[in-house]
């Protein structure tokens, strides 16, 4: 079991790097490839990430001298360079592929026309990219594939989701009865969700026509910032986005307190989310590389989720520690203002996840380090600011919602995918 050989792909980002590390640590022989493409969306939106990130050689170069273990990288855009790409995979021939390389804010996604197209051109390729790859080269390799909880909506479906597949039985004519598992119907809420969705019918044709082992990890939304492996040098310190595109809620929060900043909850803050912390993350990935599903069977899709919890709780729980003011602000998403959500993590419990649940305790971490580095915080990049549409753009008090229309105000050479590395 030990000691396979796994690429990681994205593994210069906030889940990726991690992971990265925590599979080198337990005796795989890990290689990292990545186009760097999340550190030029930092430059292009002018915001960096909280804690001070070192160039992706210096990284390994910290590792290799803390664990004595050497992680290999490549610089590649596998959505665009498909042939460098398919070489680096012919010679590598990984018995993993941890697939992590996809744009991943929701709000990025939702900026314009550029970001929109930018989002689903780079993801769908990407992953597609993998998948032929794969075949082309006949390699018997399991992927598995971060992907997100967004995929099933956030309607309350009034029963626990279930991990990717509902049982339906249909009567025909004859009044027979006909049972079938179908894919979850997807609702995605944004374009990056949909980007998530639009994976899933990848990994359905290529698990069918070509017998590829994969496994898809529906992810809730990740909180922490270190874990075991970043902490034992500065220099291995994991990213943390706390901006309004990228920042994801709970981070934000604790960033906020920080500096003073009020919680920006939206709208009535009764979303439920599904939540998991980073250590975890490292943990379910090690599961899922551990146990691939059988050639020829479906995608194994797994709930990776600790709990689910309100915005408006989460806010409740940093503000009682911290004593920071919670601010209910107009909500620039598309999204149902309140929700249930009952999820399923059977399989990942089966395999032994025993999940960090949030308390307070629990954040102390983060907010340590939201506090050393707060010099690093800029304000204006705090507030969110890109509106699902056009409803959503006047919410905000934007006067001129033609933003939201025509696509954001940066120029095409910004996109990341537009510029040289
Ligand atoms: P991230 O943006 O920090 O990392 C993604 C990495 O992929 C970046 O380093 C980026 O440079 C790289 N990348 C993107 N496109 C690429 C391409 N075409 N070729 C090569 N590299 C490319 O994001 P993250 O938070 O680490 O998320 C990783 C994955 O996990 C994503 O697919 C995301 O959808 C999923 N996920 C994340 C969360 C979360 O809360 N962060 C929750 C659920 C699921
Ligand atoms: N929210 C606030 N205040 C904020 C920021 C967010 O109230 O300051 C709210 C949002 O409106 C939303 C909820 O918090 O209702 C979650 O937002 P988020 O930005 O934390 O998470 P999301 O956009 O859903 O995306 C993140 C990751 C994405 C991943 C997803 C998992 O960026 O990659 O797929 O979490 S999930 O949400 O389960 O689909």
Redesign the pocket.
Known sequence: MIGKKILV????????WPTALHLSSIGHDVTI???????RIDLELGIRSLTPIEPIDVRVEAWEEVSGKRIDYAV?????DYQEFADFLEELRPDTIV???????APYSMRGAKEKRYTVD?NM??THNVLVALTELGLDSHLVH????GVYGYSGAGFELPEGYLPVEVTDDEGQRHKRDILYPTNPGSV?HLT?SLDQLLFQFYANNDKMRITDLH????WGTQTRETRRHPALVN?F?YDGE?G?VLNRFLVESAVGHPLTVHGTGGQTRAFINIQDTVRCVELAVNNPPEAGSPVKILNQVAETLEVKELAQLVSTLTGAEIAYVPNPRREAEANDLNVSNRHLRALGLDPILLAAGLLDDTLEISSRYKDRINLAKIPARTAWNEDRSHALGNDDSAGVKNGSTHPDENCPSQRAA
């Open positions: 792909l994205g593994g210069d980002g906030f889940c990726g490839l990545d186009n760097l493409s999340r550190r590649i855009d596998i959505a665009r697939h992590f390389a996809e744009q991943r804010a780079n390729a990407a971060l992907g997100t909880m990056y998530k992810q809730g939304i990740v990213r986005d990228y994801t």
